[in-house]
């Protein structure tokens, strides 16, 4: 083993094989990684981040510092905040899925942080261009420590102030999914620390006021910002890469999010920002990407996995040159392999036990039960194994239950305990909302839970997360606001995003100032916050959709770290009958056990009251001919404490539906006897009196019909 450069500064020992990446110990620091095919390991230090010489370049005896496929070496004299990178060499082999490159620096594959104090520009980093007849292409000769970002060495040091992870039942959750950068960017957010994960604690107060009980984060796992090389057309900036799908480093949360110093502060600030949520009484759920990474195809950057062990970490092709693209994103991560199996399973330990998260949703998660071939497991070992994990038993497990490769699972994801995106939930509320033809008796099902897709593997209802809007698609008002995606800012000539929406302008694209269709757009937005909020199922709101935040029609936002993707704040004041309807609406529901019940209906009366669980009418109150409903519908809940599993009865509810173009009278059920129907919901009313809170309730004069109006939805209780 030899040491270069400064030899009396450190102190050098074999080290240990765990745990992998860099640990803190009382003198020093312990290094360990994993490569099964590298020939040869140098570890490079460096003091400073900025710094591109290291300052000790040690040399791994494959006798000393090696046990089994692991690298490690013990380092006295080193401390936390020092930067570290390695060099790997080993076969250059394309042909045989080895890529092993020498001249390449690379990244601790458990690095905890990496040093962000500047702008990357890992396009010097390039792999080997398999078409140009010179090979040496590949092996660029110069130092690269100037292109590339760095590890840190992370202490564990941070006064959690007895801070546990929350661990709502999903049942009684309601998740709000935004992108740290974006809540608090604009300057109308009026925070101090915009952008940030101490933007992100400012913003609790209002997340208190809204209501929600978690807060589900878009990827927050270091990525490159650069790595998307187009001009907005529209204005002539750089175009970024906004949401981060594409990670580097599983262990490391994003430098630019941290407003404290990103060179380490960022663990730290991360830290603190999960636990003063925690302290709110508010849950923390990573969006996280374990199906590929930001290296691409065969002519991206080597920056970590590839320089480490290419044809282990990834799914090749039987040429092994190229790679597997289910991610559609140039890569696929091979998930079901032993030794990345364990990777990940040891990161979401990580961020649980370290980072006190209380949740992950794993995005294009089907790509996780996918094999060493590519293909579809029926069993994937690392989806059972997350599912059965002991330290993960409490945590929240959600998967987006497809790919870009084919795979749609949603309802029969395999593993367990899964909760899944429900995409069915989001398209046949808005096609039923839209005034599509024979979406009643669909309308019933989502509303019910969605027993067709979860009852028959022993799921429950919760296991359905529902939402109408995500980060992926139209917002909310956009929703009601365009029938056309408008995503010419992004500088594919409007090719990409998704081009059936399920939307409706409402008579004229966007903009408008015509009073009847800005009155239409409202009562829309509340027609569907309301499906959501009173369906059973955990219900999720994309951030912004309380004060309907727009994106001026473009569906696909990835690339705009701009006024188009960040939040603008002024719209809560304009739009405050939305924000204050749907704030209401999750009070509503939190207090009323009925719409969060954790079992699906049967229709069957099983606490001998005479009245089923649920009880379902046309408009003229007859039981429904499925085949012939049309845009109405009603349902009576029983809510008898046996019947929704809560400690003391709720009240009966009487929920009438009307997505036609025209007023429609409902024929109303008797309510319980020595009850009445009130009034508590109906959104075709002002702000006002849109929704009657506990206790202000209307009394019905006449009990037994009401008005439904066109597009809108009224909620009857007894009292």
């Not at 970024?240 to 730290?268: C, H, L, M, T």
Request: aromatic share 12%.
């Amino acid at each position: 083993m030899a040491l270069i450069t400064n030899q009396s500064k450190y102190t050098i020992f074999p080290g240990e094989p765990l745990p992998f990446g860099a640990t803190v110990l009382n003198n020093g620091v312990n290094f360990a990684v994993f490569s099964r095919h590298a020939t040869s390991v140098t570890l490079l230090l460096f003091e400073r981040a900025e710094s591109n010489i290291p300052v000790a370049e040690l040399v791994l005896d494959p006798n000393q510092n090696k046990t089994g496929d692991v690298w490690h070496i013990r380092v006295e004299g080193v401390k936390e905040g020092i930067s570290y990178l390695y060099r790997v060499d080993g076969p250059y082999e394309p042909e045989k899925g080895h890529r092993f490159n020498r001249y390449k620096v690379l990244l601790d594959p458990f690095a905890k942080a990496l040093t962000a104090s500047y702008i990357w520009d890992l396009s010097k980093s390039r792999g080997y261009d398999w078409n140009s007849p010179d090979k040496d292409l590949s092996f660029s000769e110069y130092d690269d420590t100037d292109n590339m970002p760095k590890s840190i060495v992370i202490s564990n040091n941070f006064d959690w102030q007895d801070d546990r992870p929350l661990n709502f039942p999903l049942r009684h959750s309601i998740i709000y999914e935004t992108h740290v950068c974006g809540l608090t960017r604009h300057k109308s957010s009026g925070v101090k620390h915009p952008g940030t994960f101490k933007g992100v604690i400012e913003m609790i107060p209002y997340f208190k006021e809204l209501g929600i009980t978690s807060l589900e984060l878009l990827p927050i796992f270091e990525f490159d910002t650069n790595s998307v090389k187009r001009i907005n057309p529209l204005s002539d900036e750089l175009l970024e890469n906004y949401w981060g799908y594409d990670p580097i480093s599983f262990f490391a949360p994003k430098g630019r999010y941290s407003s404290s110093g990103n060179n380490g502060n960022q663990v730290n600030e991360f830290k603190g920002m999960v636990r003063e949520l925690h302290k709110a009484g508010i849950e923390v759920i990573l969006d996280v990407v374990f199906n590929h990474t930001g290296e691409g195809n065969e002519l991206g950057p080597t920056i970590s996995f590839r320089g480490w062990d290419n044809n282990l970490y990834y799914i090749l092709s039987e040429d092994k040159r190229f790679y597997r693209n289910y991610s559609g994103c140039g890569n696929t991560l091979n998930c079901n392999h032993p030794i990345v199996r364990s990777i990940i399973r040891s990161c979401l330990h990580y961020w649980v036990i370290d980072m006190h998260v209380d949740g992950f949703r794993f995005d294009l998660g089907s790509i996780l039960g996918r094999d060493q071939d590519g293909n579809l497991m029926e069993n994937p070992p690392i989806l059972e194994g997350i599912a059965e994990d002991p330290v993960l038993r409490n945590t929240k497990i959600i998967a987006e239950a497809w790919d870009a490769g084919g795979a749609y699972q949603v309802g029969s994801f395999p593993g367990g305990r899964w909760a899944e995106w429900n995409d069915r939930f989001r398209d046949d509320v808005r096609s039923f909302w839209r005034g599509d033809e024979g979406m009643v008796h669909v309308l019933a099902t989502r509303l019910t839970g969605s027993s067709d897709l979860f009852m028959g593997d022993g799921r429950k209802p919760f296991h359905s997360i529902n939402f109408i809007t995500s980060h992926d698609g139209f917002t909310l008002y956009d929703l009601v606001s365009y029938n056309k995606k408008h995503n010419e800012a992004n500088g594919e000539d409007n090719r990409d995003g998704e081009d059936n929406n399920l939307s409706d302008n409402h008579g004229k694209e966007g903009v408008s100032h015509n009073p009847e269709i800005l009155a239409l757009r409202l009562i829309q937005a509340k027609n569907l916050m309301a499906t959501l909020m009173l369906s059973l199922g955990t219900p999720m709101i994309l951030g912004g959709d309380e004060f309907l935040r727009t994106q001026g029609g473009n569906n696909n936002a990835y690339c705009q770290n701009n006024e188009i993707s960040w939040y603008n704040w002024d719209f809560k004041k304009e739009n405050i009958e939305n924000f204050s309807f749907l704030k209401k609406l999750i009070e509503f529901r939190k207090r009323h056990p009925a719409f969060h019940r954790p079992e699906f209906y049967l229709g069957k009366d099983s606490t001998f009251n005479a009245i089923p669980d649920i009880t379902w009418y046309d408009r003229e109150g007859n039981i429904p001919d499925w085949d012939c409903m049309d845009h109405c519908l009603a349902y009576r809940l029983d809510g008898t404490e046996a019947e929704v599993n809560a400690d003391k009865d709720d009240n009966d509810f009487y929920l009438m539906f009307n997505s036609s173009k025209n007023d429609q009278t409902f024929q109303i059920c008797s309510p319980p006897v020595g009850t009445s129907w009130f009034r508590a919901i109906d959104t075709a009313l002002s702000g006002k009196v849109d929704i009657l809170m506990f206790g202000k309730e209307e009394y019905l004069e006449k009990q037994g019909e009401y008005m439904v109006k066109a597009k809108s939805v009224v909620v009857l209780l007894s009292i």
